[in-house]
């Protein structure tokens, strides 16, 4: 069985998380020596790895009853559009007026 791909969401937000983690623990730790470097990057490869692959849990949620597909229901079919004639009054018909020359 294949091992499905990453999507572009897992990986964008699992790297940012590997990044802003690793520089925010670096700074508040304040570890300058390698095994204190070494154990906050695999901290943030393993916080990484664990928000990539709760990316797809965040979409809509699935239903209560687990093992069975989702009823799809049709949607109801559309109703027939009645044409609207609309109507319009002539306007009033108002005597003309000439203007004078001057």
Do not use: D
């Not at 520089?23 to 508040?28: N, R, S, V, W, Y």
């Not at 916080?47 to 009853?65: D, N």
């Amino acid at each position: 069985m294949a091992m499905p791909r990453p999507t572009v969401a897992q990986l964008a937000y699992g790297s940012c998380t590997v990044i802003f983690s690793t520089f925010a623990m670096l700074l508040l730790s304040g570890a300058s020596s390698g095994v204190g470097i070494a154990v906050v990057a695999v901290s943030a490869l393993a916080l990484g790895l664990l928000v990539a692959m709760t990316v797809p849990l965040a979409g809509p949620r699935r239903p209560a009853a687990v093992g069975r597909p989702a009823a799809v229901g049709r949607p109801a079919p559309p109703e027939p559009v009645q044409p609207v004639r609309a109507t319009v009054a002539a306007p009033a018909r108002e005597p003309v007026r000439e203007r004078a020359a001057s």
